[in-house]
Structure formats: C-alpha cells, structure tokens
C-alpha cells in the first residue's frame, strides 16, 4: 500500500491567518485552527486539504510552486482577482506579457498564484484549483507519478504533468531551465500512509524511485519521515496511528 497525497503545506510566519485568506477565496472550510497552524478541507471528500504551518523562514525569490485558478468566464475571472485583493491580495510581476491572459497574484504572504482565462483546455473539468504548477525537470515529475501511482497526463519536450485517477488538480512540471534552490522551500507535499501499512518498505520504495532521507527533523519512531525529491524538493511522509 502507497502513500497518498494528503495536503499541499504553506509555511507561514502567520499560518492563521493565510488559512482564512484561502478558505475565503475558495470557499473551503476551516479546519484544525489553532495559535501556531491550520488548515483549510475541500469541499468534498475527494482532493487533499491545504495546511499552513509555523515558519519565519524569510521568501527569497519566487516560490518553485504555485496554484492556478481556473475561471469559467470573463466576468468569473474578474470576480476571483477582485475577490483575491479584497481579502489582501495584491497584483504582482513575474515577467507575464500584456497580452497573456492569466492574472498574477500573492497572497499575503507573498506566495504567487494564477487567476487562468475561461477556456483552458487543459485545466478543463479540473475544479477551483486547475494545477499546482511547479518549476521542475521532468526526472522529478516521473518520480511523482511512480511515488504516488497518479498517470502521467502531459509528457512532451520536458513538461510533465500527473492527475489522480480520480481527477481533480493536476500537478505540473514545466521542464528546463529550473531555478536553482535557495533555501527551503515555502510549499511542499505532505503524504501520509495508512496505519497497516509498511512503514519501513514505503520509506525504501521512495528511495527506490529517486527520493533521499533530509537530515533536519522527522524520524521513524515519530512516525514522520522528511525526504527530499530528485529535484531536492522537500516532502514529508507520515504514518497514521
């Protein structure tokens, strides 16, 4: 039995509050609220929660992740960015052309995401969330669809992307050239292995496939593992009790 993917992590030096400005914007509940984390639960039972946890890791540099919005219209899309700004967003520049149709935002904390256009095919019967869009080879996207047994649904000049099978968000990778690192990373994967399951032969696979062991924190007696991807990305793999 696999690990499944149970929440994309935000740290946050105010992960209370970033909770609210997601849960406001798109319309989740929620969840698990205390002084130092939250977190925010889809709609319905399929997809994953978004946790925000405590971290005063200062942002250097664009985030190697971000979310893209979808819309259904025009007046959808003008709806979500206005929405996004009353709640303390704010209108930001990454290079994007005047003619390009997405709108770029940050959150409050700073964490760039993507109102996209009404008419996206590929982001099409996807949900809210279209992609969790990420700068990465596409070695690190091979190795997520194996880790997480989800099909690869775009592999061409580089670019990778994966989808559960049960659809939902897609995960995108957009090939080279890949930003170096520069420090740990503000979102990252949080999977999580059921309680029968073998810990200790899950932790190898994920080996197996290309992952490494992070020396900083999680052990096995806690039942919290960190790793890092191909790519040097951070992730954590937890086991319910």
Not at 14 to 34: C, I, M, N, Q, Y
Not at 201 to 206: I, P, S, V, Y
Request: glycine share 10%; charged share 20%.
């Amino acid at each position: 039995m696999t690990s499944q993917l149970s929440a994309i992590c935000f740290n946050s030096p105010s992960p209370s509050a970033l909770a609210r400005f997601w849960a406001a914007l798109l319309g989740w509940e929620v969840a698990d609220a205390a002084h130092d984390s939250a977190a925010i639960l889809p709609p319905g039972p399929a997809g994953f929660r978004i946790r925000f946890l405590p971290s005063q890791e200062p942002k250097t540099g664009q985030n190697r992740a971000h979310f893209d919005l979808t819309s259904t219209s025009p007046e959808d899309q003008r709806q979500t960015v206005a929405r996004a700004l009353e709640l303390g967003g704010t209108h930001i520049d990454v290079g994007q052309l005047p003619e390009e149709g997405h709108v770029v935002l940050a959150d409050p904390d700073g964490n760039e995401f993507c109102v996209i256009e009404a008419g996206n095919k590929f982001l099409a019967d996807t949900g809210f969330i279209g992609a969790l869009a990420c700068d990465g080879t596409q070695e690190v996207g091979y190795f997520w669809s194996e880790a997480l047994r989800w099909p690869l649904v775009w592999d061409q000049d580089q670019e990778t992307a994966i989808q559960s099978p049960n659809g939902g968000t897609k995960i995108t990778w957009g090939g080279p050239p890949v930003a170096p690192k520069t420090g740990p990373n503000r979102l990252f994967f949080e999977l999580a292995l059921p309680a029968d399951a073998d810990w200790v032969a899950e932790l190898d696979r994920l080996v197996s496939l290309g992952a490494t062991r992070s020396d900083v924190g999680g052990d096995d007696d806690s039942g919290r593992a960190l790793m890092l991807d191909p790519d040097g990305n951070e992730f954590s793999v937890r086991r319910h009790r």
